[in-house]
């Protein structure tokens, strides 16, 4: 049986790695960096090197940090969430379709064998897709995510590209994308709208409530013009106005699964949890919320996975 494995995220724009005791999940070290897939993709464009070379390339980019931060560590399997098996990554594989049973974990995922050169195998993990959605990475914090197997509910993970992930006695049937944390930077940094927002510490949750309220009532394109005349108006300031904007995004995002009887689950930082937690009780006092930390889950399903290894 493994006693310990190296869990990989390896986002777009970013890179952690985690030495982590299989039997209880707890990790030991973790380092992280601004070396994502993105990053490694175009330096493995320039380098103009044959496709069949592509993932040692990525291995030698691993085998760097590994050198640096995990010397002592030799012979211990990595397993892979994320982007490293996109287009853009180490390897593309294919993605596993609906319904996805959790229990069986039987996503789809590539062994990569370690040899002189990199003396660790690779388990790389794929991803999901609707007939008009994808993901990679959630569907592996799903595999780490213990619910009620009789259980109906929503389970959203909040960030760049949100995932509102819709579950029916332990089978994923249906999941959706929103770009709230992308369309949220683009407006308050690149828009007309960058001038009258500040990015800031402060929390102004009753601001954010009413931005959270008047998307759930409005047309989004409509309300966001209303952190500019917010300014005009002297009705909130820059600071105040940041979350304002950050209320009218999160609440469009959550407007319609608000609606639903089915439990919340919240996987995500606490940074992130508190916002969307004070939106959906703002909308729907009633509903239940829970909360999952996003990094435990991700953890707890690659020591899970390990198994696959094993095997």
Partial sequence: MIKQILSCDWGTSSFRLRLVNVENAVVLTEIKSQQGIATVYNEWIESNRPESERVGFYRNILRSILDEYFKENKDIPIIISGMA???????????????????????????????????????????????????????????????????????????????????????????????????????????????????????????????VEEAANNNLLNSIFHVRTNQLFKRYNAEENYYFLSGLVIGYELKEVVSTNENIYLICSRDLMENYRTALKALNPKMSVKHFNADEALVKAHCRLSQVIHE
């Avoid at 996503?107 to 990569?112: G, K």
């Avoid at 008009?132 to 259980?151: A, I, P, W």
């Avoid at 960058?194 to 409530?209: C, G, L, M, Q, Y």
Wanted: without cysteine; proline residues 2%.
């Fill in 85 to 211: 098996s996109s287009t853009i990554g180490m390897k593309e594989l294919a993605y596993s379709e609906l319904p996805f049973q959790l229990e069986s974990m039987n996503v789809n995922m590539e062994s990569i064998k370690a040899d002189k050169d990199f003396p660790h195998d690779i388990l790389l993990v794929s991803g999901l897709k609707t007939a008009s959605d994808v993901m990679r990475g959630e569907e592996t914090m799903l595999l780490g995510f213990d619910m009620d197997k009789d259980e109906e509910a929503v389970a959203i993970f909040p960030g760049t590209h949100s995932k509102h992930v819709v579950i029916k006695k332990n089978n994923v049937v249906d999941f959706k994308t929103y770009m709230t944390g992308e369309i949220f930077d683009l407006l308050a940094s690149k828009s007309i709208l960058a001038k009258s927002v500040s990015k800031n510490n402060n929390k102004h949750e009753d601001v954010f409530i009413k931005g």
